[in-house]
């Protein structure tokens, strides 16, 4: 699905060092525009640190990362945001105290001018937040409701829509669906596959592969910092994957009932 | 605040001194006194941090609340003058006490000035400590932030023709310090003469200090007003002397001056020195008894 | 999909009103409703409610304002500032230094002064945020060694701790007046020829009305709360502060500037105390080495009176501004009531520990914190 | 597999409000020894403060608790540990500053006595430490490793050992596996699976019907607060369990791929 | 399944010996190196190493480190306390007011003061379980109610706000000594004869030994900081204290009894501080109501300088005292070296802003913390 078209990322040779802990150790994966791609792997292989690589939290160490063809270099978060690059983290980037509509917008926060000065648009930034949020299913009290007061869930949602909203070109989810319910789940991946259907990049992490092979259109498996490859859609079994994602090894042995469950 | 008082009349007190300030005790225990024996109402002000600045405030709240007379110190003019001036021109009468000068009192406008001014009271016992044959000296100053009392250590030393220099420590409030600093400086200057310390704060832990080190009764020790461990010391030989500013003066006088005036129209001609009175070995008797408490 | 649509049946609803009064200024409001409700009842007659008397506790309470403002939104930032009261003092006898000392014009010497504060504001920011240490710690040290450079130098190059004679240095000086000087003139003698307030009696000034006018300390802390209120509440800016607060690792993720935000802030609140100290040294014309001893305390106070989260992240400049405005009345009422002054400061602990349980209490119902 | 015995745990319409919100609103489940009971539900169900009343974190607002026959009120945590019900929180009970073996042992300290005072005896905290980690396949660098350097499968296994270690006789398990890798995920299954054969009941919460499946015993779902009935394994098929941990309402319809895959 | 297991080619390995050094109280070592170093290049001629100077910056760094424990374990245990310094001044004057005033014996009074005041640092603690208040603003309540306590009683009791005459009151008590006296005197004065301290040269003691013996100030320093590191790394308590202050809601999931833990660190706390106070008025036998001031930050600073984290759950006694002690010789040997008495305070400042930061290094690498 992706050949013929030009990547909109490409990350190549990315390593990450933190001290003494190497957490990328080169690592090349390319996005296209309009796929899922799904980051695979064991806990600390490295994915979370390199999603932040794509999305200007962390510096690589060494590496190079084009966007749209043209290398680039975050500094910052706001890079990426500006460059199109919207990021849901797995430690939500959500702010408890604050009202919905202000975490919607926060960072993108429209302005109202008035005379010389630029005013945060209240009324604007409530209106949206509203209607997105009912677009998404769910209904707030008030725009002016604490983020503290929503289930998890709900944040994830509102993590997901504001990142849709701000017409991201790469969105990227980190484990979006660890903690949720099973009618959250299925309402995070219709989101993702309707996300795709517009044409956005998406960069998936999960450590269900069964999630991943329900949006996934390809599939990269990184183990203790560098990357055991990628596989196109239809190339690859669910219980290959599942083997690479356990970094090669075999499985723990379980009896009975439990093979091949989990 | 009620002015149900025999006669009526209404004095307000407002000190420079932080809520701790024991000195201030006497102060206020002769106002008391005074306002009972004269049968008017007496109230006492002070900035809880000492902060002079705050201490303007409260001049100005004190005239707002429409007092018959103030009582204040002067203890930074270029702060206090304005807020008196107003107070004086508002038509409250008012004696500037303990700090300031004769002349600068006349400026605000104040009727008169009661109390020891600082400089010259340094001035006059760094005089009598060059007659003693004092070279050079330690000045233990327990508040170092406050211009007033510091005062008294450049007095000292201009009466003893010496530069001020790194003579004066800043001790801090706290007895150990003072008595461990105390100890260390003269550890590292052991030619030093004499020791000029500022109140019972800095005194009281300077005399267990040279008796630690064994220079009690050997050095040349005075010290600005008085209090229970610094009348003892005085008797045992240990401080030369005390300058007695006579604080119950400062506040019982201006009570009575005022009190008269706004009932029969009399007020003295001149200004009112209540110090320096040098305190020594002799005639401790009352003192003794009331230091701390009206000495 | 969601417990807290409208309609679920396991949230009891909250009534219109309830929901209308809960606000962050609720505690701070309710706080001066309470005390000027107290000192109506007992200290009315004692000339704290007359023109003197109110322009008296209004001017305390502005300066406790221009203090808590910065204070307030550095701590809607997450950090907070302990070194406020000794840069009051260090800001006095810069300005007292430069323009006396030095002999510069009054106007160098003041805007001399805001660089350099504003600067060690920015450092103080810039080492919190490059070393990660709390700011407590950071801004205990800068508390330290500002009071012992503005006892040093004094005393070095003047060999006194109070530097006066600012007040003839200042003398026609274009920038003085707008720290030092007053507004409004006119109406007092307005309002004194109509008899409204009262006028001086002798001196040189006899029949000028008791109040010259505004002083522009007041004019400031006004200023200062409606620019803060701006800010916070109605800019970009505003909600980069909240968020840097509430969750600095969040709002990084989303692209806010936090160490920026923060840095500003401790730059803002060295600008609110140098424009504190400027006030005070042209109104009363000389610098002292002990100037603002433990306004920190007393600017944090007047923050988490009205309403701020100490933690950060939540608060407002207008309940900042009643929790000054409570301080000042309490602190000045006391007087007029003739309430023993040593047990100011305990009124000042108990209203504390009860503004915050308040607060506490309202803010739960707020942001549904648990 | 439970009939016959005494249930070990009865917990018998237990209510939970908080304030204004009723997180439970009576709900009855019981507890056998050596069984796995798997307590599943919607995001904001009530799981995790139906379990915290069982552990004695939150008392019920109304309702009964017995335990091993015998009516039982846990003011604190402490009560329900002497009684012997561990639980390994959802947000881990993990002291990140402290060394691995006093967070194994925090609560638990041995003491060793010289004379008439008592002092933590750090040595055999160490041995103890160091044995059971390895028995659960992670090699620490020393005792004295602080938890902030283990990765979070690795804190999860320190959490799950040290609640085995103390002679639980119910074992509670808040979304363990939520984080992991599917390596992590294997064996945390398995140490469930080895629990269970000591005879230790194991209450074990999941989103995932899989892991469910793979483990438990006994099934019960919780919705908005009441519960919706216990099933016996084999009684109900994965897809009925789906059904009823989405709500019993029709799961948001999802295109093609994505059909029964959550 | 471990990525920091041994041989993982991941992490590269750390050197046994630099493993070794690393400890919570390295930076307190390093510290009192550096320090000591310097004291002994620039201030050795001037008295501060004989006899009389070690017994002086000994005393004072004692007194520091008599509540910097209290402090020390306070703050492991995740909390702080500002009310330190006015408890001291609180408990002096109680002392004070219940033996000379009310004439009581002195062992009844003392006892009593410890009564009162480890009664008011349970309340504190209290408040701050019960109200989830940060203990900064409880605490920082405490601070001025008790300060205005100790002003007010005494001044309206006695009529000042020094209560002297209390070591006459003490002269033949059982329970004094044990807060007033010196121990080990004939060793002094053996010493003096075999000429390795000096003796009094002049004055009524001229021939006794410069130094009498060593004050109970230093041994209950020394026993203090003895029973707080043993609580603190031997004892299951101390465990508690480590888990109340790291997470206090993961130590209550597992049992561990947290409000109990903290209250009990709040009274330990006001205790040390009582201890300093009663030390200090059988010493000098006299109470002030401004003793006592700001000693809150000196704690706090002495306790971070020994490497605790301000926010809890680590930290070490042996570190706090090595900060006192730091603390105490730097304040005397500046005075020993003659530098000019003010800038202490700039010197306590850069030396805080240094020590935290190194220890905040030394804090990760043990941690991996990020
Ligand atoms: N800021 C940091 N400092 C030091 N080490 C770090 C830092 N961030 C991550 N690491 C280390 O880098 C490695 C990769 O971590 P990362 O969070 O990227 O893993 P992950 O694949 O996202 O794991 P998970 O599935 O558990 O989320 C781990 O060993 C981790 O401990
Ligand atoms: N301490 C509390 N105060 C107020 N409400 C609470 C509290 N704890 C939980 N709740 C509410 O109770 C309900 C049940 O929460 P709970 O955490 O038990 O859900 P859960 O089933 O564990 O969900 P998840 O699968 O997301 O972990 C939710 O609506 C939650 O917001
Ligand atoms: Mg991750
Ligand atoms: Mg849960």
Redesign the interface.
């Known amino acids: 699905m992706a050949t013929g078209r030009a990547p909109i990322v490409e990350m190549k040779n990315i390593e990450k060092h933190f001290g003494s802990v190497i957490a990328l150790n080169g690592v090349t994966v390319e996005v296209y525009p309009g796929e899922c791609h799904c980051l695979l792997g064991d806990n600390g292989a490295g994915k979370s640190t390199f999603i932040k690589t794509m999305?200007g939290?962390h510096k690589p160490t060494r590496g190079e990362i084009f966007f749209e063809g043209k290398p680039m270099q975050f500094d910052?978060?706001?890079d990426?945001?500006?460059a199109g690059i919207a990021?849901v983290?797995q430690?939500?980037?959500?702010?408890?105290?604050?009202s919905v509509s202000?975490n919607f917008?926060?960072?993108?926060?429209p302005?109202r001018r008035i005379g010389p000065i630029?005013?945060?648009d209240?009324d604007h930034a409530n209106r949206v937040t509203m209607e997105e949020m009912k677009k998404m299913?769910?209904?707030?009290?008030g725009p002016d409701?604490?983020v503290?007061?929503?289930?998890g869930?709900?944040r994830q949602?509102v993590a997901i829509a504001?990142a849709v909203h701000f017409g991201a070109k790469v969105l990227i989810l980190d484990e979006p669906t660890s903690a949720l319910g099973v009618?959250?789940t299925a309402?995070v991946l219709a989101t993702v596959d309707k996300v795709r259907k517009k044409g956005i990049a998406v960069v998936f992490i999960t450590h269900n592969v069964r999630h991943a092979m329900a949006v996934g259109d390809r599939f990269t498996v990184l183990n203790r910092g560098t990357t055991l490859g990628t596989a196109q859609r239809g190339q690859i079994t669910p219980e290959e994957l599942q083997d690479m994602m356990a970094g090669g090894q075999e499985l723990v042995a379980l009896e009975g009932s439990l093979g091949g469950t989990v | 605040?009620?002015q149900a008082a025999a006669e009526g009349e209404r004095y307000v007190l407002v000190s420079h001194a932080p809520?701790s300030d024991s000195w201030w005790n006497t102060i206020r225990n002769a106002l008391a006194l005074a306002g009972e024996q004269m049968g008017v109402e007496v109230?006492?002000?002070?900035p809880?941090?000492?902060?002079?600045?705050d201490m303007?405030?409260?001049i100005?709240?004190?005239?707002?609340?429409?007092p018959d007379g103030i009582i204040t110190t002067l203890a930074?003019?270029?702060?206090l003058s304005?807020p008196i001036?107003?107070a004086?021109?508002?038509?409250v009468d008012v004696i500037i006490m303990n700090s300031g000068t004769p002349e600068q009192a006349a400026e605000v406008?104040a009727l008169m000035y009661v109390g020891q001014p600082e400089y010259d009271a340094g001035l006059a016992a760094g005089q009598r400590a060059a007659r003693d044959g004092v070279t050079s000296f330690l000045c233990v100053n327990h508040v170092?932030?406050?211009?007033v009392v510091?005062e008294r250590c450049?007095g000292f030393a201009d009466g003893l023709g010496v530069d001020?220099g790194d003579s004066m420590i800043?001790s801090g409030t706290d007895p150990s310090e003072i008595q461990n600093r105390v100890l260390a400086y003269l550890n590292a200057n052991p030619d030093t003469d004499a020791i000029l310390t500022l109140g019972p704060t800095s005194a009281d832990p300077t005399i267990l200090a040279l008796e630690s080190n064994g220079m009690a009764g050997d050095i040349y020790f005075g010290t600005f007003d008085l209090g229970d461990n610094i009348v003892q010391a005085i008797r045992d030989g240990v401080i030369e002397w005390g300058i007695d500013q006579q604080p119950f003066l400062q506040a019982y006088l201006p009570v009575v001056v005022l009190t008269n005036y706004h009932r029969y129209g009399v007020l003295p001609g001149n200004n009112i020195n209540s110090g320096p009175g040098f305190i020594t070995a002799d005639g401790l008797e009352l003192v003794e008894e009331f230091a701390g408490e009206f000495r | 999909?969601?417990?807290?649509?409208?309609g679920d049946?396991?949230?009891?609803e909250?009534s219109g009103f309830r929901k209308a009064l809960i606000r962050p200024e609720l505690g701070g409001i309710v706080g001066t409703v309470a005390v000027f409700t107290f000192f109506l009842l007992f200290?009315a007659?004692?000339?704290?409610f007359?023109a003197?008397?109110i322009?008296?506790?209004s001017?305390?309470s502005a300066q406790f304002m221009i203090i808590a403002v910065g204070a307030c939104m550095l701590m809607i930032a997450g950090e907070f500032d302990l070194s406020v009261g000794s840069m009051i003092g260090f800001a006095g006898m810069s300005i007292a230094i430069f323009s006396v000392t030095l002999g510069w014009p009054v106007w160098m010497a003041i805007l001399t002064t805001f660089a350099l504060c504003i600067s060690i504001g920015a450092l103080n920011g810039y080492?919190v945020i490059k070393?990660?240490?709390?700011s407590?710690?950071?801004t205990?040290?800068?508390?330290?060694?500002l009071?012992?450079?503005t006892?040093?130098f004094p005393?070095?190059i003047e060999?006194?701790?109070?530097i006066?004679?600012?007040?003839d240095a200042a003398e026609g000086d274009w920038l003085a007046p707008i720290f030092g000087g007053e507004i409004g003139q006119p109406i007092f003698v307005w309002l004194a020829d109509l008899g409204l307030i009262?006028v001086?009696?002798?001196?040189?000034?006899?029949g000028e009305p008791?109040i010259d006018g505004i002083p522009m300390l007041i004019v400031w802390a006004i200023a200062l709360v409606i620019f803060g209120h701006?800010v916070l509440?109605?800019?970009?800016f505003?909600?980069?502060i909240?968020?840097a607060g509430?969750?600095a690792?969040?709002?990084?993720?989303?692209?806010?500037?936090v160490n920026r935000v923060k840095i500003l802030m401790f730059m803002f609140t060295a600008f609110c105390a140098t424009v504190f100290a400027t006030c005070?040294v042209m109104?009363?014309?000389?610098a002292?080495?002990?100037?603002?001893?433990?306004k920190e305390?007393e600017a944090?106070?007047a923050v988490?009176i009205g309403g701020a989260?100490?933690?950060g992240?939540?608060g407002s400049v207008v309940g900042a501004a009643l929790g000054a405005l409570i301080f000042g009345v309490v602190q000045?009422g006391l007087?007029?009531?003739?309430v023993?002054?040593?047990?100011?400061?305990?009124?000042?602990?108990?209203i504390?520990?009860f503004a915050?349980?308040l607060n506490?209490y309202i803010r739960r119902i707020?942001?549904?914190?648990?």
């Open positions: 999305s939290v910052d978060p706001r990426a945001i500006a990021t983290y430690d939500l980037a959500m702010i408890p105290l604050m202000r917008f926060m960072g993108n926060e302005l630029r005013l945060f209240h299913g769910i209904n707030l009290r409701q604490a503290g007061t929503l289930s869930g709900e949602t504001r009618r959250q309402n | 605040a009620g809520d109230e006492y002000r002070n809880p941090t000492g902060d002079i600045a303007a405030r409260i100005e709240q004190a005239t707002a609340s429409g930074d003019f270029d702060v304005g001036r107003a004086v021109d508002s038509g406008g170092i932030s406050n211009p510091a450049q001020l800043d | 999909m969601s417990d807290t649509a409208t049946e396991r949230v009891k909250m200290a007659d004692s000339g704290m007359n003197q008397g322009m008296n506790w001017t305390v080492i070393t990660g240490l709390p407590f710690i950071v205990l040290a800068a508390l330290f060694i009071r012992g450079f006892i040093f005393q070095t060999r006194r701790t109070i006066g004679g600012i007040d009262d001086f009696e002798r001196g040189n000034r006899a008791v701006i509440t109605r800019t970009r505003g909600n980069w909240f968020a509430g969750d690792q969040a709002a990084r993720y989303v692209g806010v500037p005070q109104e009363f014309g000389s002292g080495a002990d100037r603002g001893v433990l305390f944090i106070i988490v989260l100490l933690t992240g939540y000045q007087f007029f009531a003739g023993e002054s040593s047990l100011f400061r305990v009124f000042l602990g108990v504390l520990l915050v349980i506490t707020i942001t549904g914190e648990r």
